[in-house]
């Protein structure tokens, strides 16, 4: 969600073997590596989280946390995104409950 759309919730479902993907089906587990980082995060971080791996029915939570700085006005900006990702199939109102496992990679952005 995003506040230029009003924080309509959006969703993507995509091939889990285009290039790039961060999920790879391995032994019957999802595997799930760390969510790519944008350089101009402007938060370093050198030492990421390990992949997470989710059985069939098992769903992540994973949020990471970023803050920029605009190019022509030096104005700073935030960005908080979360991950939500199920291996399988579920009931709509899935993710509102506790997820099997949470990966917690905000910072302090001060």
């Given amino acids: ?18 290039p790039g993907m961060i999920l790879r089906e391995v032994d019957g587990l999802l595997r799930v590596d760390p969510p790519e980082v944008t350089m101009f995060g402007m938060l370093r971080r050198n030492r990421r989280p390990p992949a997470v791996r989710l059985a069939p029915g ?39 409950g506790v997820p099997a496992r949470h990966v917690d990679e905000r910072r302090s952005l001060r």
Avoid: K
């Avoid at 969600?1 to 285009?18: C, H, I, K, T, Y």
């Fill in 1 to 18: 969600m995003g506040e230029a759309d009003s924080f309509e919730p959006r969703m993507q479902v995509r091939d889990l073997s285009a």
């Fill in 58 to 96: 098992q769903w992540l939570q994973w949020q990471i946390n970023h803050r920029f700085v605009g190019s022509c006005d030096g104005a700073w900006s935030y960005q908080l995104e979360t991950f939500n990702i199920l291996y399988g199939s579920a009931m709509p109102d899935v993710f509102l």
